[in-house]
C-alpha cells in the first residue's frame, strides 16, 4: 500500500540536507568575503519553490490550514526582509536566501526531526524559529561586542556625544584611521563620517552599515590632506554575515524546535 507519510519524510529530510549544505557554503563565502554566490542562491530559491509545491500537495492537514502557514512562513521571510533588504541592512542574496527557507519550512512536518520535541510543541512555522534562533544570535553577538568595546576603548566611548554612545558599542568598534585606510578592516563599513566645513572638520554618525565603497577612499582623502591623523580612531561596523546566523538558527531548529518559544507563550 502507498504510504504518503513516508513520501513526506524524505521530502522532509531532502530539504534539511540540502539547505545545510547550502547555508554553510553561503555562510563561508559570507564570513571570507560578504558575497554570496549568486548562481546557488538562485538554485535554492528555485528548489524551494518546487519542492513547496510537492510539500503542500502531499502533507496530510486542512488546505486552509496549510495555506495560513505559507501566509505566515512568507510575510515573514519574505515581508519583514525585504523591509531590512530596502533600508540596506542586507543585500539581495540573504533575502533570496530567506525567501528559499520560508518556501521550504512553513509546514510543522519538519519538527519530526527535531531532537527535543515535547507534547505541546512543534505547532509554529519553522522557518519563523530558525529567523528568530538566527536574530537571537545576532543580538547576543552585539551584547558580547558592546561589553568589549566598553571595557578596551572606554577612552573613545567617553569622547562619543552620549545618544551614540549608548548605541554604537552594539553596532562596531572604533579602530584607528590608519589602520582602516591600509584595509585591516576590509569587511567593515564606517558609521561615524568626516565632513569639512569652512575649513574644519565635522563628526557625523549614521547607524546604518550598509554604504558605499567610497566612504574609506574619502577618509584616506581626509588622512592625506591632513584633517584626520593617522592615530585618530573612526567607529566602523561589520558588515555582519546573516547566512551565518541562519545556520546556527537551522542547527537550533533541529536541536530545539519551538519549543521555548512555545514554553513562554503558554506559559501562566
Known amino acids: ?67 495560513f502557514y505559507y501566509i505566515v512562513s512568507l510575510s515573514t521571510t519574505g515581508g519583514l526582509f525585504f523591509i531590512l533588504y530596502k533600508s540596506g541592512l542586507i543585500g539581495d542574496g540573504d533575502l533570496y536566501t530567506t ?25 509554529l512555522p519553522p522557518s519563523i524559529i530558525i529567523v528568530l534562533y ?21 577612552f573613545i566611548v567617553a569622547r562619543t556625544p552620549l545618544k551614540y554612545a549608548v548605541i554604537l558599542p552594539f553596532l562596531g568598534k572604533p579602530v584607528r584611521v590608519s589602520d582602516y585606510v591600509e584595509g585591516k578592516y576590509r569587511h567593515y563599513y ?26 574609506g577612499k574619502d577618509v584616506s582623502l581626509l588622512l592625506e590632506r591632513g584633517f584626520v591623523k593617522p592615530e585618530d580612531y573612526i567607529w566602523v ?7 551565518l546566523y541562519l545556520l546556527v538558527g537551522f542547527i537550533l531548529l533541529l536541536i530545539l524546535g519551538d ?7 503558554t506559559r501562566k
Open 1 to 67: 500500500m502507498f504510504q504518503w507519510s513516508s513520501i513526506v519524510f524524505y521530502i522532509e529530510a531532502l530539504k534539511i540536507t540540502v539547505s545545510i549544505i547550502v547555508l554553510l557554503v553561503l555562510s563561508i563565502q559570507d564570513y571570507r568575503t560578504r558575497e554570496l554566490d549568486a548562481r546557488i542562491v538562485y538554485l535554492y530559491l528555485a528548489f524551494s519553490i518546487c519542492i513547496s509545491l510537492a510539500s503542500f500537495l502531499i502533507v496530510e492537514i486542512p488546505t486552509l490550514l496549510k495555506l
Open 99 to 123: 525567501v528559499s527557507l520560508g518556501f521550504l519550512f512553513p509546514l510543522p512536518s519538519t519538527y519530526q526531526f527535531t531532537i527535543y520535541n515535547p507534547p505541546g510543541s512543534g505547532i
Open 134 to 154: 538566527g536574530s537571537i544570535s545576532v543580538i547576543i553577538l552585539m551584547i558580547v561586542n558592546a561589553a568589549f568595546v566598553l571595557v578596551k576603548y572606554k
Open 190 to 215: 564606517p558609521i561615524q563620517y568626516y565632513r569639512v566645513v569652512n575649513g574644519e572638520v565635522v563628526v557625523e554618525y549614521k547607524l546604518v552599515t550598509r554604504v558605499l565603497g567610497e566612504d
Open 237 to 243: 561596523s561589520p558588515g555582519i554575515p546573516f547566512i
Open 259 to 265: 519549543y521555548p518559544l512555545i514554553a513562554i507563550l
